[in-house]
């Protein structure tokens, strides 16, 4: 069993930590993110979503940012994120 347990070890990828300070964050991946940008149209506007995105055989890491800024000021936040929803 411990042999075993060795031969998983060895195949596994080695996470490392990667710094987006533009979007705010940081995050470990399998492997270096990709980059994508779409508009997404929201009942506020249409905004940038820039999705990071690595993948591991089947598992995957995606992490999205969308900034609304001011456009969203006094809106209801389960509106936004619903308009959001449906504007993906």
Do not use: H, I
Request: glycine share 10%; net charge negative.
């Amino acid at each position: 069993m411990l042999c075993f347990a060795a031969a998983l070890g060895a195949q596994a990828p080695e996470w490392k930590s990667y710094s987006y300070p533009a979007d705010g964050f940081s995050a470990s991946y399998p492997s270096v993110p990709e980059l994508s940008k779409r508009n997404v149209p929201t009942d506020a506007g249409s905004f940038e979503l820039r999705a990071y995105l690595a993948q591991d055989g089947e598992a995957a890491l995606f992490v999205g940012v969308c900034d609304y800024g001011s456009a969203v000021a006094g809106r209801n936040p389960d509106t936004v994120l619903e308009g959001a929803k449906q504007g993906l």
